[in-house]
Structure formats: C-alpha cells, structure tokens
C-alpha cells in the first residue's frame, strides 16, 4: 500500500476542485483545468491520458471514453461512473 505522499493524482474537468480538497487531506493532487489554463495540457481527452501516464498520476474521472481509455490500457484510475460508485458501496458495506 502507497502512502499518500506517493499517491500523485491528476483530476479530470468535471471534478475540477476535489484537487484542492485532496492536498487539505495530504495528497498530491493535480487539476486537468488548471493544467489546461496552463497550458501544460492541450487538445484532446488522449492527452489527458498521456499526462497521466507520463507523470504517473491516478486519473479520477468521471468521463466514460477516458475511463474506457484506461480499463483498456491499464493506466491507473479511479472511476467515478455507476460502476465505481457502486465499488464503492460494497467498499464500505464490507467494513460493517
């Protein structure tokens, strides 16, 4: 298990702030809007895919091609669709 300094994470647009709240909680946290502003990141989703994977972060997203991008290529990410909410879910029904 990584500690949270180890864990670098990239959040995707539409969870733009939740950065923030993860570096309050101890976590080294980056923002693909703020990245974009930037101009650090350009053009489309797959560059996204490719900061990540360049500078070893976890991608928290909600956006269904970039989670489908990382299923299929293995890049490290946390899902925020029906699928990893529900993970989630039985996540913490299992500490009961």
Known sequence: KMSKKELRILV???KD???EKLIQRGFEAFSVKKLRA???IKGPDFNVLKYAEENKLILLTMDNENIDACRANNFPH???DEDGIFEMVLDKLSKF
């Open 12 to 14: 995707d647009e539409m």
């Open 38 to 40: 930037e101009g650090k």
């Open 17 to 19: 702030g939740m950065d």
């Open 78 to 80: 946390i899902p925020i």
